[in-house]
Every structure is written in C-alpha cells, then in structure tokens.
C-alpha cells in the first residue's frame, strides 16, 4: 500500500510539467502620508486566498494571476482601505509602491472595499489584534471566540465550538500542516497556551462551515494560519505577570530565512482567586522554528519543528463555595489531601518541498509527524461539610442554619498515553486565466498505546455510598462489597491508516451586471479501521450585482465526513470500539456581505444562516473541556442557526465588531430527542477599540461575551435526563495601553532605546463587572442518597501587567 501511495504521489508531482500557467509578480513599498514604511499593512488579491503582510520597512511581495485583470487590495487599521486594478504579462515583475491615506482624510476618488475572501465561508483576520485584545491566553483563539458561530465558556482555554460542534471537530492548520492538541486535558488549567504562537502568525483564515474539499476530514470548522516567511531582521519580547515570550526573525542570505519564537507561561496568579485553595504549580513551555530555503528559483524547501513541554501540579488544601438561591442557599466546605500531577509534551516536525515548473504551478510535497506523551496523575481526597446558608438581605453574608451532611470521596487515576500521527502529502495548484485548480493526495498513519485507570469512592458520615444494611448483634454480619464509582479500566493500542484525495476548481465569470464565482471540488476518503470509503461533494457559489452599494450573496452546500480518530473511538469505559463508522453532516450555508458607510466611513455587515444534518452521530458528554464519547453510532441529529457580524471603524482609525449568533441542535438518541451539549441558544461577543480623546497614545480595548447555559445532568444518568441548564456565561475583559515608544519618537544616537521600533506597555483587568461563571459541577451525595450540585467557578476578578517590545 505505501508504495502504491508514494509512486501515485511521484506521478502526480511530475507528470504536471507539461501543464501552462502565467503568473506574475508585483513588489514595492507601502508608506503613510508622512512617508514613514507602514509593517503589517495586509495586502490581498481580490476573489483569492492570496495575500502578504508588510516586513519592517514596509516591503512586500507576491506573485499573482497574469493575463488578467485583478484587484489589489490594501488595508491596514487607523488608515483608509484602498485597492488598484493591474494587469501584468506572463512572469512580469512590476514594482507597486503605494500611500495609505490616515483614516482622518477621506478620499472621495476612491471607493473603499473590504474585499476579505468573499467568493468562500472564510474571513480574514488582522494578526495586529492579537497584541490588542485583553485575555488570559493572548492566543490567535481568543480572536477566533469573537467570531460569529463560535462559542467557548472558559477563558483558561483555547478551545472552542462552532455551530454546534465540540472541540474536537476543528481543523487547524499551519503552513497546511495539520495541528493536534493534547488529548488528555480534562480542564483549562491543564491546557496551558495554544499552539499557535501569535509572534510568528502573519495570516490568520477562519471558516465556520461549508468549506472547501482541499480541508479534510472535520465537520464544523477551518482555522488556516500562515506563518511568517521573513526578508528581513526583526524581533519582539513580551513580559506580564503571566509568563514572557520572545521571537526572533530574519534572513542568512537572500535566499535562506529564520523564524523562531519561544513562550513560558504560568498562570499560578491567575489559578490562586479559584474557589479552591492549594499550591498551584503550572508550567508551560514551547519553542517554534522554521527555517525557508529558495534553493533555486523553481524550488524551495521549508523546514518547521516544535517542541512543547506542559506540567501542571497541584497540591489542594480547602475551598468553600457558596450556591443556590437567595431563598434555598447552601455552603460547602472541603479540606483536601493529596496532590495532582500531570505532564504534556508534543513534538512537531513537518518539510514542505515546493516545485514551480512554471510561474502559475506550484507543486508541493508535504511531510509531518506528531508525537505526544502524556501523563495524568493524582490521588485526592476530600472531607466536606456541606450545609444550609440563611443569606442576610442586602449583603452577601450568611450563616449555616441547618447540616445537609458531612462526607467524603477520593478519587483516583492513572493514565498514559503514547501517541503518533504520521502524513504525508502532494498538493497542487493550478492558476489559469479564469479559474484556479486545486488538488492533493494524502496518507495518514495513527498510532496509540493508552492506559487509562481511574476511579472514584464516596462516603457519607463515616458509611461507604451505597450503605450496607445495619447488622447489630449479629453473630455473623454480611460483608458487603466495597462499590467504586466512575471505574475505568483500560490498555489500548490503535493502529490506523487514511488514504484521502480532493479535487476542486474556482471559475470566476464577469460581465456588466454582476459577478459569479463557482467553487466545486470532491474529496474521498478511505478508512482501514472500518473499512468505510466516502465519498464528499462539496460546492461553493458567490453572486455580487454592481449595486451603489455593493452586495455579494453567497450559497455553500456538501458533505463533509469525520472518521472515528482515538478520542471518539474510545468508549465510556476506555475500550476501543472496533468499526465505529464516521459522522456525516449535509451542510447548507446561506449568506450575503452587505458594506456601507456610516459616519463617513466604511462598515460590512455579514448574515449567515446554515443547516446540517447529522448521520451516524457518536454521542458523548461534556464535564469541563473532557469529552467522553459513548463509543456507539445509534443517533442522529441536527444544527440549525443564524450568525450576524458587524464590523469597521466605529471610532475613526480603530477596527471594532459585535457578533450575535442563535442556535439549536438536538440529536435523537435512546428514543427521544434531546439537546446536544453543545447546545447554546445565543451567543453575543464584542471587540471594541477607542482612543482616548487627546491622548492618542493611549488605547482602551474591550472584550464583552454572553452565553446562555449548555446542557448538563447529574453524573452517570441516560442523556435523556441531562437537560437541565448551567448559567449563562458573562465575561467583560478590559485593556488600557500607553505607547512608549512609536514612529515619531526621537533618540539622540547614543541612547539605546534607538534600537525599539515600538514599546506598550498595558494593564489588563480580566473579568471586569466579576461574574461567577461555572464551567462544571461537583456531585456530593449524603447518606440518604440526595445529590447535590456545587458549581465549579471560573476565574475572578484579576489584573495583569505587560510590556511588549518590538525591534
């Protein structure tokens, strides 16, 4: 099989040479009205994926369609879009310097457009933001959780849901390199910092649905980001009480360049306002490297390797959380023994070997592998007391009135897992005078050794839950067995193998009316685990009228399959479950972009309404960020919903947006139908940016997020009963900045500061309006048998100071 694999994958990558394109290129140098280089100024070919950032001294390059006429596009925040329309010959070189206007000035000769990726489902995203937008994470997902169908109620993480979907149905790439994420976690301490570093990222891509056939084998949504490739020296460090991270860019020569950037992190400040106490002890490391090589002027080589060292350790000591309502209010309290300890360490490597046989061809050859060993360890127990709060109105003050019960648990787990996940890939792409080509062939190769032993032991006033029977003065008593609960006992070992293909073509077809742009591609999958071959069309269509104001409808429709990968092939019980079949979804996005100009300048206004159904669904529970799958293909379900996003400058030269979305999806599972977790009706998400009137080297940037409440029930109970609500979700994170150095201060020669380019310094206040969010809940049982649920709260109230650099 694996020389059938690479001999197609060899004829595939030669046997295009004979195939004729035209391509050009178009560099220059982008400055402002002060003529002073703008960096990261975003520059895009209209109706394509292409684009580049600015470098340092406002430099650029990018090769484009030839024999055509297309639309250059130029944006940058606090100053005016602006667009050109050229035309240039086969392999013609022509140099474009251009001047952005201040958002101040206003140019009526030019029509300003917004033109980010509007024939497909993708946005574009500022990678600028990321230094802005005030989080815990400071991760490219912070960004993403803004978006319009994406929903995430935990700020410790990076993860995220999308239209119904749970976290492990979203794709990530780099660079096309596919990314994994640790598979253990089961919350957002845990977790740490994405992969994604945001120092490196220079293009940032998000579909929330109705995507294309050249991204695999997920059903709810595409993040493609595009590292950096450097031309010239440049580097940046910051600093908070969070952690520090630091990178490093440039070129050896004029045909080999250096990316590197490093991160540590420790949010031990942040995990100490949590309702439990303890010596909280969370490490997380990483570094990134990738290194390009133009070996000659058809072929280039791009190397990229990371290295991720997580470790979280606990040692719990009390908490006390108070819950309920005013009229029914209990408090708990737990004193704790025993300790957590828990290791995550990745390792990525990945070679892309490009070939150009011609300027409008490129060939690519694509290789990773991903290894993960993962530890999750702790043996803790807890003694609580729980009893009847009586709250004094007017204060948030009370006493206990009554005991509910005195008990105690230990819970205990030892879990392993040794991981692998080996690709290999051709691309190929074919850009010709009204259409672009797509195609790829790739083999996967997964391997997983997992041992999993976990279980908990309740009791209640001195008696293990269930209690025995009372056996005073008998002569010989019964000796009831000792009942574990939440057992789980397990040793894996997966090996599978992927064999997928696509195939899609772009036409784009203009006249004085309007304009269409067609997308249709079909990708096929094949599966050794259940022996599945699948089969998935997809297609894309835009319609744009020349209106005054201009308009562009689009319709996206296909099947889009998700094969069983460890994590949902793994049942309640740690046992893999052989021919779990893949989920299926038949998606259909309807949507238009509407732009228009309010207080003189420019907005867009997005709509999106999608359906999917769900075939061979996998039902599986949600507590915190773990997922445990049924291991069963015995339901099916639904999405449905309606996404709305606003954005522009709604103050003059800062870019803001609002995203609302509404929700449903249910599956019918076990005889009736019931709410997915994932369930969450409405979901409202603000990015706001402001100067401060007559300081305009200070900024204010604000996140606001409400969520209304997901699904939930008590632990082991049919999913029928797991209807009841958590709370909604309310978030308001705020950051101010100063600039303290920018583009027009001034340094004598000899003042060492000459080297910075920038410096900000901020102070973020993380949950500003302190909402009690709950991610989870903590079952107590008393003697009697009667549960009760103790929410699990996010974080409080905290600040965070940071200084960052650029140079």
Known sequence: MRKIVLTTLLLVFFSVHALFAQQGTIHGIVNGTDSQPLQFVNIAVQGTTAGVTTGKDGRYELQVPANKEIVILFSYIGYEKDSLVIRLNENERRKIDHTLQASSTQLESIEVKDQQLRTNTFSRLDPKVLTLIPTINAS????????PGVSSRNELSSQYSVRGGNYDENLVFVNDIEIYRPFLVRSGQQEGQSFLNPDLVAGISFSSGGFD????????????????????FAASFDVSLLGASAHVEGTFSKKVSYLLGTRYKTNSYILKGLDTKGNYKPRFFDIQGMMNFEISKKWELSVFGTFTDNAYKLIPETRETSFGTIDEAYKITIFFDGRESDQYQNWLTAATLTFKPTPNIRLKLISSAFQTYEAETYDISGEYWLGKLEVFQGSGQGQITEIMGVGAYLQHARNYLDGTVFNLEHRGYWDKANSNMLWGVKYQHEYFNYSVNEWELQDSAGYSIPRPPDSLGMANPPKGDLILYNVIRSNSL???NRISAFIQDTWTFRNRSNDISLTAGLRSIYYDFNGQFLLNPRMNVSFKPHWKNETVFRL??????????????????????PGLKAQTSIQVVAGSDYYFKAWNRPFKFVAEAYYKNIQNLIPYEIDNMKIRYYGTNDAYGYAAGIDFRVHGEFVKGAESWASLSFLKTEEHFQGSWIPRPTDQRMNLAIFFQDFIPGFPTWKMNLTLVYGTGLPFGPPDSPRSAQTLRIPPYRRVDIGLSKQLIGQQTKFSKKNPLRAFDSMWISLDVFNLLQFSNTISYLWVTDINGKEYAVPNYLTPRTFNLKLTARF
Do not use: C, H, W
Request: charged residues 25%; glycine residues 6%; proline residues 6%.
């Open 140 to 147: 490219v997902e912070d960004l993403i959780k803004t978006m």
């Open 213 to 232: 056939a050249k991204y695999g084998d997920k059903m709810s949504s595409v993040l493609d980001i595009r590292y950096k490739k450097p031309t010239e």
């Open 494 to 496: 997966v090996s599978t």
């Open 556 to 577: 996206s429709t296909g099947y889009y399959s998700q094969p069983p990968t460890f994590r949902e092939m793994s049942d309640l019980n740690g046992n893999i479950v």
